[in-house]
């Protein structure tokens, strides 16, 4: 099916677009990452330096990936053409975010195959009538296991390509309305039970008591980086799904609740994990097992808990889904809209090629545990690292400057304010992105290089 631009598909409905926006957004960097980069960070001032940065910087930026992909109704590189022609430099930002979303796809993949694992796990009852700790030492079990890791990761990777075969509307929206609400209301259920547990009140003072002498340069990086990655930006997601927005759909009202939910999510997963920490008596920095350890163990003594286990991991696995096929779509609708290959041939070879790009993060935890690249790290934070922290923050930066400086303001102004009366928007959102988000972005990343001594 040839997909040209003036048969460009778009949503079926508002609230489609917004439960794929939103399911993009959550994922794996809700439930999976920002509770253990929490628990690394040593918490309270940690997370509220990121929810500033989320308020400030993603949703503001975030607004502008939707305009941009809005008004060029083309893919990542071809809406900067759009806008700005075919030899402007901004097409490099595209291609920057094409590379930035393939790379991270990759990586992705390992971790959500971590989480098909654990459904097979809590399906044949591997947790029940385990202590904490001999549920917690499982995770290194698999994870060792080159053969397993791998077979997951191929099996994540082959689901998301399915998927995005089924194109935007069939594939995407269609399953985002059913398991988003379901994936929520398991977590709430998760923090209620978190909060009746001995460990609520540890775990609430470890999440908002803030502690700044805790935060580091790289701790600034590493909440800037995840605004960034949990919200999908800088890596042409959100420009890819703007464009397969209508015209006079009004943008802030959805971009400010996918934000909002996206870290509710994250918030209701980081109070759930930590007071099984603490009730457990695990470490918060746990690091990247950090879910996985602690989750389980919930369940366990819980009336229905191997079926609840089963239901969280099946759910966890179609949030990092919902993520994954929104990363694709990126590169996927660069290679329909601008290289004029089909559908079919874009997501096979593309998920063929994440497949081994990402083969070296699989074995950062088994066969190349020695390995390092990149000042010591394994294949798998070096990834994370370049990824998140650098080309997610410097993709988003771009867009930023992009829209803050060098966009016509008449045609942007118009476009986002639409037909609502809001005087305050475009002025606050034209102050953030033009001068709060690009000096944030620079400065943190100066920071942490050291250039700012
Ligand atoms: N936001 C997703 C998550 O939190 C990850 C993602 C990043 C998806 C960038 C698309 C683009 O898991």
Not at 31 to 37: A, H, L, T, V
Request: hydrophobic share 55%; with cysteine; proline share 4%.
């Amino acid at each position: 099916m040839a997909e040209s631009a003036t048969t460009r598909p778009h949503w079926a409905s508002r609230l489609g677009f917004v439960l794929a926006a939103a399911g993009s957004a959550v994922g794996l960097g809700n439930i999976w990452k920002f509770p253990y980069i929490t628990g690394e960070n040593g918490g309270g001032a940690f997370v509220l330096v990121y929810l500033g940065f989320i308020l400030l910087i993603g949703l503001p930026i975030m607004m502008a990936e939707f305009l941009i992909g809005r008004h060029g109704q083309k893919d990542a590189v071809g809406s900067f053409i759009v806008l700005e022609g075919a030899r402007s430099p901004w097409r490099f930002v595209g291609w920057a975010a094409v590379a930035a979303s393939f790379l991270l796809l990759s990586f992705y993949a390992v971790v959500a195959g971590w989480s098909f694992d654990y459904i097979v796990k809590a399906a044949t009852g591997a947790f029940s009538g385990r202590s904490a700790e001999e549920i917690s030492a499982l995770f290194g079990g698999l994870v060792s296991n080159p053969v397993k890791v791998i077979f997951w990761q191929l099996l994540f990777l082959a689901t998301t390509c399915v998927i995005v075969l089924g194109g935007v509307r069939g594939g995407i929206e269609r399953w985002s309305k059913i398991l988003m609400p379901a994936l929520f209301f398991l977590l709430l259920l998760l923090f209620v039970r978190g909060m009746f547990s001995p460990g609520a009140e540890r775990a609430l003072a470890f999440m908002f008591s803030p502690d700044f002498s805790a935060l580091t340069p790289t701790s600034l990086l590493d909440a800037l980086g995840h605004a960034f990655f949990t919200l999908s930006l800088g890596a042409g997601t959100m420009i890819t799904y703007g464009s397969y927005l209508e015209k006079d759909v009004d943008l802030f009202p959805l971009a400010l609740r996918i934000t909002i939910l996206d870290t509710m999510v994250a918030l209701l997963a980081g109070l759930a994990i930590f007071s099984i920490v603490f009730a457990a008596g695990l470490e918060p920095g746990a690091g990247p097992g950090l879910v996985f350890q602690t989750i389980p163990i919930v369940f366990v003594g819980l009336p229905f808990g191997a079926l609840l286990a089963v239901l969280f991991f099946v759910l966890l696995s179609f949030a990092a889904l919902s993520s994954s096929i929104s990363m694709l779509e990126v590169s996927v609708a660069y290679l329909i809209d601008e290289k004029g290959w089909t559908r079919l041939k874009s997501t096979v070879l593309l998920g063929a090629g994440a497949f081994l790009v990402g083969l070296p993060c699989a074995l950062s935890f088994n066969t190349w545990s020695e390995v390092t690249i990149l000042f010591g790290r394994n294949f798998f934070d070096a990834y994370d690292l370049l990824v998140s922290s650098y080309m997610l923050p410097l993709g988003g930066l771009l867009a930023s400057i992009y829209a803050g400086w060098f966009w016509q303001e008449g045609e942007e102004k118009s476009e986002l304010v639409g037909e609502v009366e809001r005087p305050w928007l475009y002025p606050l959102w034209h102050f953030l992105v033009r001068y709060l988000a690009p000096v944030a972005v620079i400065m943190i990343i100066l920071n942490q290089t050291g250039v700012l001594g």
